[in-house]
Nanobody, 123 residues
Framework: QVQLVESGGGLVQAGGSLRLSCAAS????????VGWFRQTPEKEREFVAS????????NYADSVKGRFTISRDNAKNTVYLQMNSLKSEDTAVYYC????????????????WGQGTQVTVSS
């Protein structure tokens, strides 16, 4: 069982930066791939980025490539999402999720989800 808690959301001006954190409980967290997703009331949930258990393999949605960076610190049971050059269209609730599925990089098979953290980018 893995429990996830996101933090770090907030209000930021366009062009600014935020770093989201996803803190996990469970001694086996380091064996899970982790993904970040986002959702707005107008859109379906969207895959943002993923990272495999070791941190070597990282994948990003085209919309955030070059601006967002996913990383993890398994000693701290935490995954991060550094978001730079934020745009108004990045406004959403951001969720982290964990899985052991081989399709993690496609945004599929995630079993455990956090409660989400709101990111609002003002233009």
């Amino acid at each position: 069982q893995v429990q996830l808690v996101e933090s770090g959301g907030g209000l930021v001006q366009a062009g600014g930066s935020l770093r989201l954190s996803c803190a996990a409980s469970g001694r086996t967290f380091s064996s899970y791939a982790v993904g970040w997703f986002r959702q707005t009331p107008e859109k379906e949930r969207e895959f943002v980025a993923s990272i495999n258990w070791s941190g070597i393999n990282r994948n990003y949605a085209d919309s955030v490539k070059g601006r967002f960076t996913i990383s993890r610190d398994n000693a701290k049971n935490t995954v991060y999402l550094q978001m730079n050059s934020l745009k108004s269209e990045d406004t959403a609730v951001y969720y982290c999720a964990a899985t052991k599925s081989v399709d993690y990089y496609r945004g599929r098979g995630y079993n455990y989800w956090g409660q989400g953290t709101q990111v609002t980018v003002s233009s």
